[in-house]
């Protein structure tokens, strides 16, 4: 069972560039609790081979795993976190990074109990906020909370510093429905279920908006009327707000 932040003001094409010695980082969203499954497939987008340091990171910020993969022009490995993670705690999930000096493609597959529910594909470095000069980085997605489906939120914190931002939610009719703060210690990860804080109804769906000072991750997990998880979407782009 996946260990769960509270909410109470708390606490892919998504890039970093990263520190010069290091090279390129590419970053993705994993989740290795038990009875979940990720496997990350690496792919030399180049025909010089490269190394690639890839680091899984639990939801606390705490390094689980890690591993170097060599790559050949144009090669790819898979890699199955779970073979790597000691120990599945509640904690096992959020952050997985995969850096490098050469050019490389990084597919996501989380999957429960052996069945595969989302394949994420990204192949753009992370960007560092102050790439753009603007007032803030936005994510959107697209939620239900009806009887039959339900949403839940995941945020993921990439960088080395703290980021803060703003959770909006609206219905179908473009009415505000919460506004939920949020902080994230450096490369930490949050969780918020839409049923805990609002009220479900048929109409009950719409837009999740996300306002950041930093452009971090957005996973929507998406589950079914009895709770069981059906699909994932990691959110791989922003959208910016010019000062």
């Known amino acids: 069972m996946r260990s769960r932040s509270v909410w109470s003001v708390l606490i892919l094409a998504l890039c970093v560039v990263a520190p010069p010695a290091l090279g390129r980082t590419y970053v993705a969203y994993h989740d290795s609790t038990e009875g979940h499954n990720t496997a990350l497939v690496l792919t030399n987008v180049a025909n010089e081979s490269v190394s690639v340091e890839v680091i899984a990171y639990d939801s606390a910020g705490t390094p689980i795993a890690s591993t170097e993969v060599n790559l050949s022009g144009f090669a790819s490995e898979a890699i199955f976190l779970e073979e790597l993670v000691e120990e599945a705690s ?16 990084l597919a996501s597959w989380v999957g429960v109990d052996g069945a595969w529910l989302s394949i994420e594909n990204t192949s753009v470095p992370l960007t560092l906020p102050e790439t753009y000069d603007v007032s803030g980085y936005w994510i ?3 939620y239900a909370n009806t009887a039959s489906r339900s949403t839940a939120l995941s945020l ?6 703290q980021a803060a931002g703003k959770i909006y939610v609206y219905n179908a009719e473009g009415e505000a429905q919460a506004a939920l703060p949020f902080e994230l210690e450096p490369r930490t990860s949050a969780f918020v279920l839409l049923s805990e804080e609002l009220d479900m109804g048929s109409t009950m769906w719409g837009m999740v908006d996300v306002s950041c000072d930093a452009p971090i991750l957005l996973v929507a997990e998406y589950l079914d009327a009895a709770g069981n998880l059906i699909d994932i979407d990691v959110v791989t782009s922003f959208y910016l707000v010019v000062p």
């Open 90 to 105: 509640g904690l096992a999930w959020g952050l997985v990074s995969a850096e490098t000096e050469g050019r490389i493609a």
């Open 140 to 142: 959107t997605t697209n």
């Open 156 to 161: 993921v914190n990439p960088f080395d510093a």
